[in-house]
């Protein structure tokens, strides 16, 4: 019998969540479409969502993690600042750590 420990990880600031893997893919998206609207849509979420989302990650953060350029008739666009790359980076380092280190824990039930 397989077994598999199920687990999410977020980053809290003061009760607020920083980063949580929605939010990550959030951030990942915005930096591969270059727009928050076209990366809401590729998340099959709402604009709304979307905005609610990053506004709480850049209050949470210590720094901005995204430029916005307002629309127009050009459009109007966003990507991450070189924190908000470092942030998604740290996280996604984070959590592979811990996915390493519940495998391994993981061992202990199966050795039983």
């Given at each position: 019998m397989g077994y598999r420990i199920k687990s999410r990880i977020w980053i809290e600031s003061e009760n607020n969540v920083l980063l949580g893997e929605g939010r990550v893919h959030l951030?990942?998206?915005i930096q591969e479409t270059g727009s928050l609207s076209k990366a809401a849509k590729s998340l099959n979420i709402s604009y709304k969502k979307a905005w609610q989302l990053l506004d709480s990650v850049n209050k949470s953060a210590k720094k901005p993690v995204t430029i916005n350029s307002i629309g127009g008739k050009g459009g109007g666009g966003a990507e991450l600042?070189?924190?908000?790359?470092?942030?998604?980076?740290?996280f996604d380092e984070i959590n592979k750590n811990c996915w390493k280190f519940l495998d391994n824990e993981l061992k202990k039930i199966e050795r039983i």
């Amino acid at each position: 019998m397989g077994y598999r420990i199920k687990s999410r990880i977020w980053i809290e600031s003061e009760n607020n969540v920083l980063l949580g893997e929605g939010r990550v893919h959030l951030l990942k998206a915005i930096q591969e479409t270059g727009s928050l609207s076209k990366a809401a849509k590729s998340l099959n979420i709402s604009y709304k969502k979307a905005w609610q989302l990053l506004d709480s990650v850049n209050k949470s953060a210590k720094k901005p993690v995204t430029i916005n350029s307002i629309g127009g008739k050009g459009g109007g666009g966003a990507e991450l600042t070189e924190y908000g790359k470092s942030l998604v980076q740290v996280f996604d380092e984070i959590n592979k750590n811990c996915w390493k280190f519940l495998d391994n824990e993981l061992k202990k039930i199966e050795r039983i």
